[in-house]
């Protein structure tokens, strides 16, 4: 009973504040009116009809508005005839036109702002529902992906458990089995870390952790970790920088793990699109002042168009390269780059190949 007699009440009042409207503009029809009636023809009050179609329009619905402006346009050019005890002058006929003329365009002008002002609004509420919505896929995708990484290392748990033997003999056949099965969920860990990482970084920012790193040392590791997978794929991996006091030459201030991973992606994906016998090249220069990193290798290249958009969020190339790829690695390497204060860019090589470079700023000597 209560929220029935709340909403009669709520009702009751939406009417009284339209019906104050009304009564506002009948007064203000009223004394237009009285000015207009009590003065000759000459003299035009018509203009202050406007302020009764503003208020039409701010508090009341279209059907309103253009009552009120007829009303208004009608009362102004009623004048020249009623009471009609003179002859009516040429030039109060042309004040009349005119003002009618800005009663007609005040209707308008109002019409067509309301009209805006409820496209505009209408816009913004389509962006807070997509917002909100990305919020919520973001928030969805980001969580998910952090649940997944639990089952994944009980599996790759249960995976080394089987190849040492603890739940009996392997057999050889049986060994090359679970090698591919442990390759292949550590694989789908990193996606996972990776996809974790890129939410993490674009709601939160890219936090390093600074120290003197040589770039060397980092890509020798990478290297290093990737022969297995160069050996697979039958690709050479091979480094070469500027022999001239090496060991301080490729200083930097940076973040040694994330710059880690800059290297692993870019060599994973330099390998995985190298032909079997192809070759992949890391170079190492120093460029006034800057630290160039330069991986090479030996496959399709890309077209024109992918160029542009290959370290884009989740892009994925529609060249002839040869393995698809999640569009994600190239992205996360693209953040730590710009994070490092530096620039990563592509190119294609001739007569075919790519490469996929980098530059930070550098650093003299450790700590520097």
Same mark, same amino acid.
């Given at each position: 009973?209560?929220?029935?007699?709340?909403?009669?009440?709520?009702?009751?009042?939406?009417?009284?504040?339209?019906?104050?409207?009304?009564?506002?503009?009948?007064?203000?029809?009223?004394?237009?009116?009285?000015?207009?009636?009590?003065?000759?023809?000459?003299?035009?009050?018509?203009?202050?009809?406007?302020?009764?179609?503003?208020?039409?329009?701010?508090?009341?619905?279209?059907?309103?508005?253009?009552?009120?402006?007829?009303?208004?346009?009608?009362?102004?050019?009623?004048?020249?005839?009623?009471?009609?005890?003179?002859?009516?002058?040429p030039?109060?006929?042309?004040?009349?036109?005119i003002?009618?003329?800005a009663?007609?365009?005040?209707?308008?002008?109002?019409?067509r702002?309301?009209?805006?002002?409820?496209?505009?609004?209408?816009?913004?509420a389509?962006?807070?529902?997509?917002?909100?919505?990305?919020?919520?896929?973001?928030d969805?995708?980001?969580?998910?992906?952090?649940?997944?990484?639990?089952?994944?290392?009980?599996?790759?748990?249960?995976?080394?458990?089987?190849?040492?033997?603890?739940?009996?003999?392997?057999?050889?056949?049986?060994?090359?089995?679970?090698?591919?099965?442990?390759?292949?969920?550590?694989?789908?860990?990193?996606?996972?870390?990776?996809?974790?990482?890129?939410?993490?970084?674009?709601?939160?920012?890219?936090?390093?952790?600074?120290?003197?790193?040589?770039?060397?040392?980092?890509?020798?590791?990478? *290297?290093a970790?990737?022969?297995?997978?160069? #050996?697979? =794929?039958? $690709?050479? !991996?091979? %480094?070469?920088?500027?022999?001239? @006091?090496?060991?301080?030459?490729?200083?930097?201030?940076?973040?040694?793990?994330?710059?880690?991973?800059?290297?692993?992606?870019l060599? *994973?994906?330099?390998?995985?699109?190298?032909? #079997?016998? =192809?070759? $992949?090249e !890391?170079? %190492?220069?120093?460029?006034?002042? @800057?630290?160039?990193?330069?991986?090479?290798?030996?496959?399709?290249?890309?077209?024109?168009?992918?160029?542009?958009?290959?370290?884009?969020?989740?892009?994925?190339?529609?060249?002839? #390269?040869?393995?698809?790829?999640?569009?994600?690695?190239?992205?996360?390497?693209?953040?730590?780059?710009?994070?490092?204060?530096?620039?990563?860019?592509?190119e294609?090589?001739?007569?075919?190949g790519?490469?996929?470079?980098?530059?930070?700023?550098?650093?003299?000597?450790?700590?520097?």
């Amino acid at each position: 009973m209560l929220p029935r007699l709340l909403t009669r009440k709520i009702g009751v009042l939406t009417v009284d504040h339209s019906w104050v409207t009304y009564w506002l503009i009948a007064i203000a029809f009223a004394v237009v009116i009285g000015l207009e009636y009590l003065t000759p023809p000459q003299y035009v009050f018509g203009y202050l009809y406007t302020g009764t179609i503003l208020l039409a329009n701010s508090r009341l619905n279209r059907a309103a508005v253009l009552g009120v402006t007829l009303g208004a346009v009608g009362l102004t050019l009623l004048n020249l005839f009623v009471p009609g005890l003179e002859a009516t002058d040429p030039s109060a006929i042309a004040n009349r036109l005119i003002t009618v003329l800005a009663l007609v365009v005040t209707g308008w002008l109002s019409h067509r702002n309301r009209r805006n002002e409820e496209a505009i609004a209408y816009t913004q509420a389509q962006l807070r529902s997509q917002k909100q919505l990305a919020g919520m896929r973001e928030d969805f995708v980001s969580t998910l992906t952090h649940d997944l990484k639990t089952p994944l290392l009980g599996a790759m748990e249960i995976l080394k458990s089987f190849e040492n033997g603890q739940f009996g003999e392997v057999t050889s056949i049986q060994e090359k089995v679970l090698e591919t099965m442990a390759r292949s969920h550590h694989h789908t860990l990193q996606l996972v870390e990776t996809l974790l990482d890129i939410y993490r970084n674009d709601a939160e920012g890219l936090k390093l952790q600074l120290s003197p790193v040589n770039l060397l040392t980092v890509a020798s590791d990478a *290297i290093a970790t990737l022969t297995e997978l160069a #050996r697979t =794929g039958q $690709v050479s !991996v091979s %480094l070469d920088h500027d022999k001239s @006091d090496f060991g301080s030459f490729f200083w930097v201030n940076g973040d040694a793990l994330q710059l880690r991973r800059v290297f692993s992606n870019l060599l *994973i994906n330099a390998i995985n699109h190298t032909p #079997r016998g =192809g070759k $992949v090249e !890391v170079v %190492l220069e120093n460029y006034s002042g @800057d630290q160039v990193v330069k991986v090479l290798d030996s496959g399709s290249g890309m077209t024109e168009e992918e160029l542009p958009q290959i370290f884009e969020r989740f892009y994925q190339g529609k060249g002839d #390269r040869l393995i698809p790829e999640s569009g994600m690695g190239l992205y996360l390497t693209r953040q730590i780059i710009e994070a490092h204060g530096g620039t990563i860019w592509t190119e294609n090589r001739l007569p075919k190949g790519a490469m996929f470079a980098f530059q930070i700023p550098g650093s003299l000597l450790p700590g520097n």
